[in-house]
């Protein structure tokens, strides 16, 4: 079980993506899981641009992530970051960020997750990955990134 002090880790997954029942939507469910089968309690929300984010207060890591199209993260995850109070509530924030895309991981390291990271103030980044869509639709994928994101979590100074 993932513990801070006595209680479960808290986790909120929140996403975005132009499908319903895509490779994003798979692949996020694979790894709420997964992190519910590590002992933490866990919720998933996909992102809306104009949405309140003062209930991540609640949870202990943030994973955060969305699909590339066409150059940029997914719309609402991008506005969110941008017009919401989102980035506010991120600030010092334990934090596991993909991004899923079509493109050389090179690149979409360059490009694409500093889309996300340029948005968080003092993060405590427990994982970060980038997913082809081969890597999402492999089941090893959500399990490699839990088990990172956990034991990662398990090392940090708590708050
Ligand atoms: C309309 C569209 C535009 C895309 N644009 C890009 C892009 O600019 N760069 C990239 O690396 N991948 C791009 N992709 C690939 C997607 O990011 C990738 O297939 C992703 O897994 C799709 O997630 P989904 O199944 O949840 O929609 C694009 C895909 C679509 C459908």
Redesign the pocket.
Known sequence: MTKNESRPMKAVILYD???VG????RFIDAVGLELAKSGAYVEKARCRQNGDYSFIDEFDVVVMGA?????LVSSQLFGALSKSNLKQHLKGKMVALFV????PEPM?RLLYLPQLKMNLEKPVILAERVLS?DQ?NDPATASDFVVEIVGSYQKAPKP
């Open positions: 993506s132009m499908s895509g490779s994003t939507d699909p590339i199209y066409y150059l899923a895309c079509g493109s979409a869509p999402l």
